[in-house]
């Protein structure tokens, strides 16, 4: 092969100074809509917590007040609200750097609420009927209440165990009031939901003390998400 050859042969390729920069410049603009995408679906999660929080104090206080209760209304709309926050706090957690596992739990007690509410507003009324009606059906409509509520309390862990773990993030940032007050309502919420789970309904602590402690955690960590979303 002559010198000739070696003279035309091509040499390695190499992209032009401006296409490199316009591919930078894409892939920046790329980051920043993904980072928006973020921080919104963020933001998001924190309002349908406190709009969950707003709906069981509407129901509860209600109850408390022994006035007509439009459960259909109020559980279809926080079986809507469960359903979006699984799909936001879902998204957030395949995104999030830090706090995966607590986001992780966010999305898995969404996604068991929804299973509860749906139990609530399909099955409770045709039970309590057909137990009325026969009595051998009442302990079959009080073990599909039990159910629900043992999904309940599950879900109220896994907010308390993510209301924790950012408490102790913000406690790390330097906001040691609303850090050491979530942590603190984290870790009740866990623990007396845990132990209605173990020792059940009849055990040492009182049901409405533990669904109180999970809905605080639960209005706490939607402070605290914001928070985190503010300091960035």
Same mark, same amino acid.
């Given at each position: ?85 699984? *799909? ?130 639960? *209005? ?13």
């Amino acid at each position: 092969m002559s010198q000739a050859t070696f003279d035309r042969a091509p040499g390695p390729r190499t992209a032009p100074e401006g296409k490199v920069g316009g591919c930078h410049a894409e892939l920046k603009r790329t980051s920043n809509t993904m980072e928006y995408s973020t921080q919104r679906s963020i933001r998001i999660v924190a309002g349908l917590l406190l709009a969950v929080v707003a709906t069981q104090v509407v129901y509860t206080s209600l109850y408390m007040a022994s006035m007509d209760i439009p459960r259909q209304v109020l559980w279809g709309l926080e079986g809507v609200v469960f359903a979006y926050l699984a *799909a936001y706090a879902g998204a957030v957690t395949v995104a999030s750097g830090t706090q995966a596992l607590a986001w992780s739990a966010i999305t898995a007690s969404a996604a068991l609420n929804v299973v509860q509410v749906g139990i609530g507003v399909t099955l409770f009324e045709p039970f309590r009927e057909a137990a009325q009606a026969l009595d051998t059906l009442t302990p079959v409509a009080g073990a599909i209440v039990a159910f629900s509520f043992f999904i309940y309390n599950a879900a109220k862990i896994l907010l308390g165990f993510a209301a924790m773990n950012f408490g102790l993030a913000a406690l790390a940032a330097g906001h040691k009031v609303l850090g050491a007050t979530a942590a603190l309502l984290g870790m009740v919420a866990m623990t007396s939901n845990a132990a209605l789970l173990i020792l059940g309904r009849e055990g040492l602590i009182p049901p409405p003390v533990a669904g109180a402690s999970g809905v605080l955690a639960t *209005a706490v960590l939607a402070i605290c998400i914001w928070r985190e979303q503010t300091d960035r």
